[in-house]
C-alpha cells in the first residue's frame, strides 16, 4: 500500500466518526467535515473563525450531490458539462442539511472537484464533504500546504498533502436565474472560458 493510499484510507476514517480534516482539491485546499455532522461543522466554523457564511459542499458523484441539494433538469444539465471541475452550482438545499451549514439560507453551493485524492476521501468515507477552503474567514485561501495556516493545521485531525492545487484558485460560482446563468463569482474558470465551454447549450451568460 503507498503512503498517499494509507492517507487517504485514514483520513476517510476520520470524517465517518466525525473528524475534521485539511484535504487538497483541483482548486485550493479545503477543509471540512460530514456536513451532515453539526458538532464537526461547528469544528471548523471555530477554526476559521468564520461569520454566518453559508459553506459550500463537494460531493463524489450527482448521486451524493442529491443527498444534499436538488438539482433541477437544467442545473444537472450543466453539470454533465462542468463536473468534474471547478465550478460551483448554488442549488436549492435539502431540508435535511443542517442550518449551520447553510446559515439559513435556502440554497446550498455544490460541486464535483477534478481531483483524485479527494474523490476517493469521500467515496471511501461515504459522504459528501464540507468544502470551505482552508484559511481563517477573509484571508486568501491556500492554494498549496505551505499557504495553510498553523492554527488550522494544529486544530484538525488530518492535513492530507499532495502539494500545490492544479488551479491554485477558488472555483467560480454560478447559479441559475430562470433560463440564464448568473455568474456570483469569478475564479478557477474565466468568464470567457465559462462563455466556450457553454456556447453549444441554450443558456445565456448575465453580464
Known amino acids: 500500500m503507498s503512503f498517499l493510499r494509507s492517507r487517504v484510507e485514514e483520513a476517510a476514517r476520520i470524517v465517518r466518526e466525525g473528524g475534521v480534516i485539511i484535504y487538497p482539491t483541483d482548486t485550493v485546499y479545503g477543509i471540512g467535515c460530514n456536513p451532515f455532522d453539526e458538532a464537526a461543522v461547528q469544528r471548523v466554523v471555530n477554526l476559521k473563525r468564520r461569520e454566518r457564511k453559508p459553506h459550500p459542499v463537494l460531493?463524489?458523484?450527482?448521486?451524493?450531490?442529491?443527498?444534499?441539494?436538488?438539482?433541477?433538469?437544467?442545473?444537472?444539465?450543466?453539470?454533465?458539462?462542468?463536473?468534474?471541475?471547478?465550478?460551483?452550482?448554488?442549488?436549492?438545499?435539502?431540508?435535511?442539511?443542517?442550518?449551520?451549514?447553510?446559515?439559513?439560507?435556502?440554497?446550498?453551493?455544490?460541486?464535483?472537484?477534478?481531483?483524485?485524492?479527494?474523490?476517493?476521501?469521500?467515496?471511501?468515507?461515504?459522504?459528501?464533504?464540507?468544502?470551505?477552503?482552508?484559511?481563517?474567514?477573509?484571508?486568501?485561501?491556500?492554494?498549496?500546504?505551505?499557504?495553510?495556516?498553523?492554527?488550522?493545521?494544529?486544530?484538525?485531525?488530518?492535513?492530507?498533502?499532495?502539494?500545490?492545487?492544479?488551479?491554485?484558485?477558488?472555483?467560480t460560482v454560478i447559479r441559475l436565474r430562470g433560463g440564464d446563468i448568473e455568474v456570483v463569482r469569478e475564479g478557477a474558470v474565466s468568464l470567457q472560458e465559462l462563455k466556450a465551454r457553454l456556447s453549444s447549450t441554450p443558456y445565456k451568460i448575465l453580464e
Open 59 to 171: 460531493a463524489a458523484s450527482l448521486e451524493d450531490l442529491g443527498r444534499v441539494c436538488h438539482l433541477s433538469e437544467k442545473e444537472l444539465y450543466l453539470g454533465y458539462i462542468l463536473w468534474p471541475g471547478p465550478v460551483t452550482i448554488v442549488a436549492e438545499k435539502r431540508d435535511d442539511v443542517p442550518e449551520i451549514v447553510t446559515f439559513g439560507e435556502p440554497t446550498v453551493g455544490v460541486r464535483i472537484p477534478a481531483d483524485l485524492t479527494v474523490l476517493e476521501i469521500m467515496r471511501l468515507s461515504g459522504t459528501p464533504l464540507l468544502g470551505t477552503s482552508a484559511n481563517i474567514s477573509g484571508m486568501p485561501p491556500a492554494a498549496s500546504p505551505d499557504a495553510i495556516p498553523d492554527e488550522l493545521k494544529r486544530g484538525v485531525d488530518m492535513v492530507v498533502d499532495t502539494g500545490a492545487t492544479r488551479y491554485g484558485r477558488p472555483s
